[in-house]
């Protein structure tokens, strides 16, 4: 079973984008150690190549997806050294709006988690 990640991210205005490149590079290196992303597979981009809608939507400079092999995975993710540290030098001091959502792949769509190597 897969469980996906994913990660929306606005900045506080003063945060450059210098920054927002640095913590991008970052998250990409972390992702190469953490036991729990299955191969690795952690992807993040940003800013949003489309506008959000007037009504209702926020425009979130970064979001990343990462795939674990289940809940306890995910959990394990959350209790690392390398997410403590990126979250304290990334998120607490300079994001304003975070937005996470996780859930686990239907068995019926688990064949479209799997990257042919």
């Known amino acids: ?6 990660v929306m ?10 920054q927002k ?4 590079r970052d998250l990409r290196e ?6 729990s ?14 506008q959000p809608y007037a009504m209702s939507s926020t425009s979130f400079d970064i979001a990343s997806v990462s795939y674990h ?3 306890e995975a995910l959990n394990a993710y959350y209790a690392s050294d390398e997410y403590e540290q990126l979250t ?7 994001a304003s709006d ?13 064949h479209l988690c799997v990257i042919p190597r």
Request: aromatic share 12%; glycine share 6%.
């Open 1 to 6: 079973m897969t469980l996906i990640h994913i």
């Open 9 to 18: 991210i606005t900045f506080k205005p003063e945060v450059t984008d210098e």
């Open 21 to 24: 490149e640095q913590f991008k």
């Open 30 to 35: 972390a992702a190469k150690t953490f036991p």
């Open 37 to 50: 992303v299955i191969d690795g597979r952690l992807i993040a981009g940003g800013p949003s190549v489309a």
């Open 69 to 71: 092999t289940g809940k």
């Open 88 to 94: 304290s030098k990334y998120i607490y001091p300079l």
């Open 98 to 110: 975070v937005i996470r959502f996780d859930f686990e792949v239907d068995s019926q769509d688990e």
